[in-house]
Each structure stands twice: as C-alpha cells, then as structure tokens.
C-alpha cells in the first residue's frame, strides 16, 4: 500500500468573479480555496469526499480565517492544506494561503463523519478504516 496522504499544495490564479469592488479577493473566497484543496487532497489519497450513494459524509464543525495579506486579480497563489489531527470521528485540517512566499492567510476546517440513512437521524461515527489508511496526520506548525 502506498504511504498514507498528508497533504496537499493547490495552485491557482485569482478569478475576476472572486474580487470585491476594491479589486481584494473577497474574504469568503478563502472557504472555497480551501475546500476546493480538500477534495484534491481526497483525489490525490485515490478518495472522494462525496459519493452519492454513500452512508458516510463529512460536515463542517469548524472553520475560520485570519487575513495578513490581500490578494489580487490574475495573482498566482498556493494554497496549502495538511491534516493536523486525524481524530477518531474528525479530520482537522490546517491551511496556508501564499503568493510568492508571501503569507496571505491561514485557517483552519473540522469536518466530522458521520452516517446518514434514510428515516433515520444523522449520527456522527468512526472514520472508516479504508478512509483512515490512506491518510496520516502531521504535526502542526508553531
């Protein structure tokens, strides 16, 4: 078995649609940067994190920014995305948004899994073993 997947750089360049009217990427675009690095991530482990007939699925618990640094239309950035906790039933994630070397933003995402079946509550579980095998946490940095 390959070795387990701890994270995962996304490059992109910031789209017309994701600035506000002082030309900044809008603060909300960070959520999607780094939702959008959590399924690569998934891909890059040979997972999914959404299949439509699966009982198990992955909301948020917790997810939050802190700005350092704007960002601007056709910018070249990275974003990088490790876990930093692999819980029994939640996957912590830590995230660094950079332009050049440059700190942009860091935040961080809980997901918890959880099972839903039809006519029944959703109930949060242990992260299944194929799921956890193909992750591996790392240490978080200071």
Same mark, same amino acid.
Request: charged share 25%; glycine share 6%; aromatic share 10%.
């Given at each position: 078995?390959?070795?387990?997947?701890?994270g995962?750089?996304l490059?992109r360049?910031v789209?017309f649609?994701e600035?506000?009217? =002082?030309g900044?990427?809008?603060?909300?675009?960070?959520?999607n940067?780094?939702?959008e =690095?959590?399924h =690569?991530?998934w891909?890059? !482990?040979?997972?999914?994190?959404?299949?439509?007939?699966?009982?198990?699925?992955? @909301?948020?618990?917790?997810?939050?920014?802190?700005?350092?640094?704007?960002?601007?239309?056709?910018?070249?950035?990275e974003?990088h995305?490790?876990?930093v906790?692999?819980?029994?039933r939640?996957?912590?994630? !830590?995230?660094?948004?950079?332009?050049?070397?440059?700190?942009i933003?860091?935040g961080?995402?809980t997901a918890?899994c959880?099972?839903?079946? @039809?006519?029944?509550?959703i109930?949060?579980? @242990?992260?299944? @073993?194929?799921?956890?095998e193909?992750?591996a946490?790392?240490?978080? !940095? =200071?």
């Amino acid at each position: 078995m390959p070795e387990p997947v701890s994270g995962f750089v996304l490059r992109r360049r910031v789209q017309f649609r994701e600035t506000d009217a =002082a030309g900044l990427v809008h603060f909300s675009c960070f959520f999607n940067y780094m939702e959008e =690095a959590e399924h =690569a991530l998934w891909r890059s !482990a040979g997972l999914t994190i959404f299949e439509r007939e699966a009982e198990v699925h992955w @909301p948020r618990l917790a997810c939050g920014f802190e700005y350092h640094a704007p960002l601007r239309f056709e910018e070249e950035f990275e974003v990088h995305l490790c876990i930093v906790e692999l819980g029994e039933r939640t996957i912590r994630y !830590a995230c660094h948004v950079r332009r050049d070397g440059t700190k942009i933003a860091t935040g961080q995402l809980t997901a918890v899994c959880v099972i839903k079946r @039809p006519g029944e509550p959703i109930r949060s579980t @242990p992260i299944p @073993p194929e799921i956890r095998e193909r992750f591996a946490a790392v240490e978080a !940095a =200071a």
